[in-house]
């Protein structure tokens, strides 16, 4: 029972990944998107075989998709209705009344999944220190259930004003829903984002009932089979916070898998930030559809309460839907292996956000697609054998390729794939840039860790545009999200919002407020794995009286006393400090929300090899690879990477070919094996012969 198993499907590859003590087995299946659960579990059966092993050999499935967040791009969710307050009905058109783009006079601004005719008011309302000033309409909140009935209705999200602090209307009206309408999924705010402002808390129930239904089913039949087909382990999902949850939770709040993939990623990232000491890392992850870049300091990657979904301005933020979720922060663009290249309205070449997906997939692929896609530059250009892609199951059609490009401009295929690969490298460096500012980070001194399919084939030009002088490929890097699942711990955070002034701290409400937070936390992980050992860490989002927005600062777990408050007030400063470089005015501080996290710890890794003496190895024959940095094609080193031992020392350029992706060792950089396997770049000295 020690073999563990990791799947995740994404946009165009589903990747799954089998661990023993001692072995791992990796495998990418196209993604099949009338039944998501096929390619994976067509993915499982692969990795059994390989590995001789049963389903009862399998002690672990940890699972993360990207279900939840297509549903919500691709406006394929539930039929769902909203119930809130009198005079609230159009919260989620009207928003936060910001602009995202000040001098678009024709913005657009992002579609509520709601339909107005479907948002129904009842009369009733909480004042916001919890009291009741008016009660619920209990016969309003029946006449709206005959309606959603009537317009078979799936899926309700129930969100009154201030509930976050005075729960009892939403019980109530979710009570009455449950038993007048059997079936129907019912979504309360107080349950999903029991925090301040009403805009984001609306989206992020109104999004958790628009999938949830979705998200039950496929789950369901994901059990089902994993059960017919003899596996009797336990099943977990990824959340977006980089923690492990149960099925029974993650059906409950499918909001918190919108980004369960690239969390996973980060996991990874972080994992090999520990293997190698690694103390500043830019994590890249580049799969088929999206590119993921995250910063990870000190072991940790940042985190943000707030994520957006659907952007529908270029990824711009501002312009998508807000939840109000924990969430690995991170930037993603549509910069994927299958983006598509366009001649744009200007009659320039422009890539992405669209993508050719799984179904057809890129023109190379073979399967009926005709659009020119990264993966056809990178084919194109010689990054990638034709015979060896996805190990050698997937043979790639050249001349669909060359068509595909040539079909973009009329002109040379070569050059239009250098055009495209720029485009795209370009794009990333850029959006890691402007992610650093908005972090208040610098890239000096980084190493980028790349992953994914797509990422090691252009990290080394990322690197060389960024100037990051060592880049490390991790083994297992094609499928580093599903391997990152298997290195995340079991975990649940909870956030609650009380307004807690700290010239008026109140000592005993806070910590009853903690402690039902605990009980939760405590609660569902203890679901997952009743016998591990769990950490406990609280966090306060506090601000100076007046301001817009707040800092996250740490809270000891304890009870806390009045004198506490005094504690608060300088860890506020010392992060106020380091966050904007100095303090404001003597103003009074307040705490808006709290939040309480529970993790068991993470499966620990078997320490590493003692170095190995370094050798030069020879690559066991060459290839014509265009580099963009020299302006044309240049003879590559070829070399299985599985064929690599630790200590191995190579010159660029070369190409480190594996069954998930190829990495590029550009001029610029050497490459040796480090004693973990990791392939680590370094770039060569200016002037240094290669």
């Known amino acids: 029972m020690n073999a563990r198993i990791g799947a995740d499907i994404g946009g165009t590859f589903t990747d799954v990944v089998l661990e023993t003590s001692t072995q791992r087995y990796s495998t990418k299946v196209l993604t099949t998107y009338d039944a998501p659960e096929r390619a994976l579990l067509d993915g499982v059966a692969q990795l059994l075989a390989q590995a001789g092993l049963t389903a009862a050999d399998v002690g672990l499935v940890v699972h993360g998709t990207t279900l939840a967040t297509n549903a919500l791009i691709e406006r394929r969710g539930a039929r769902t209705a909203l119930l809130t307050t009198e005079g609230f009905r159009d919260v989620l058109e009207m928003g936060s009344e910001s602009r995202f783009d000040q001098y678009d006079i024709a913005m657009d601004k992002p579609v509520p999944l709601v339909p107005r005719h479907w948002r129904l008011p009842v009369r009733e309302r909480i004042a916001a220190d919890g009291g009741v000033l008016r009660p619920l309409d209990e016969d309003a909140v029946r006449a709206a259930a005959a309606t959603f009935a009537a317009e078979g209705i799936e899926s ?321 890097a094609g499928v580093g999200s599903a391997v990152g699942f298997l290195r995340a711990p079991i975990a649940y955070e909870v956030a609650r919002s009380l307004h807690q002034p700290l010239d008026a701290f109140d000592a005993p409400a806070v910590n009853a407020l903690l402690a039902a937070m605990g009980d939760e936390a405590h609660g569902l992980v203890a679901q997952g794995d009743p016998a591990q050992p769990r950490s406990e860490r609280r966090t306060a989002f506090a601000r100076y009286r007046g301001q817009g927005h707040e800092i996250a600062i740490d809270v000891p777990v304890r009870p806390l006393t009045a004198a506490d408050a005094a504690l608060l007030a300088d860890t506020f400063a010392q992060a106020y400090r380091q966050h904007y470089g100095g303090l404001t005015a003597q103003l009074p501080i307040e705490v808006l929300t709290w939040r309480l996290s529970v993790a068991t710890a993470a499966p620990v890794r078997p320490p590493g090899a003692p170095a190995a003496a370094a050798r030069d190895v020879a690559p066991h024959a060459h290839r014509d690879v265009f580099d963009p940095g020299q302006g044309g094609a240049l003879p590559h080193g070829l070399y299985h990477r599985a064929a690599l031992q630790p200590g191995d020392r190579l010159a660029g350029p070369a190409l480190i070919v594996e069954d998930e992706t190829t990495t590029v060792v550009s001029p610029a950089f050497d490459a040796h094996i480090d004693p973990a396997g990791h392939i680590v770049m370094t770039r060569r000295p200016t002037g240094a012969p290669a």
């Open 156 to 476: 309700v999200a129930v969100a009154f004003l201030h509930s976050y602090v005075n729960p009892a209307h939403e019980q109530r009206a979710g009570a009455l829903l449950r038993a007048l309408l059997p079936g129907v999924s019912v979504s309360l705010s107080c349950e999903v984002s029991p925090e301040m402002r009403e805009y984001e808390r609306f989206s992020t129930t109104a999004a958790n009932a628009y999938v949830q239904p979705i998200v039950a089913r496929y789950l369901g039949r994901l059990e089902e089979k994993l059960r017919a087909l003899g596996f009797g382990c336990p099943l977990f999902l990824m959340l977006s916070s980089g923690g492990l949850t149960t099925v029974d939770t993650a059906a409950r709040f499918p909001v918190r898998l919108v980004e369960s993939g690239p969390a996973g990623g980060a996991c990874f990232a972080a994992s090999v930030a520990a293997e190698r000491g690694i103390e500043r890392m830019l994590a890249l992850d580049v799969g088929g559809t999206t590119a993921k870049m995250c910063y990870i300091d000190h072991g940790q990657p940042a985190t943000s309460q707030v994520f957006e979904v659907a952007r529908v301005h270029r990824f711009r933020k501002g312009s998508g839907l807000p939840l109000r979720i924990p969430v690995v922060e991170m930037v993603e663009i549509g910069a994927g292996g299958g983006s598509i290249a366009r001649i744009d309205g200007a009659g320039r070449l422009a890539v992405g956000p669209h993508s050719a997906s799984s179904e057809p997939g890129p023109a190379c692929y073979g399967r009926g697609g005709r659009d020119a896609t990264v993966t056809d530059a990178d084919l194109a250009l010689g990054r990638i054998a034709p015979d060896t892609f996805a190990g050698g199951r997937l043979r790639l059609d050249l001349d669909g390729c060359t068509a595909a490009l040539q079909r973009l401009a009329g002109t040379d295929a070569a050059l239009q794939a250098l055009g495209v690969s720029e485009i795209v490298d370009e794009a990333m460096a850029s959006a890691s840039r402007v992610h650093a500012v908005e972090l208040g980070l610098s890239m000096a001194g980084r190493t980028l860790v790349a992953f994914g399919g797509c990422a090691p084939l252009h990290a080394a030009r990322v690197a060389e545009k960024l100037g990051i002088d060592e880049v490390v490929v991790p083994p297992g």
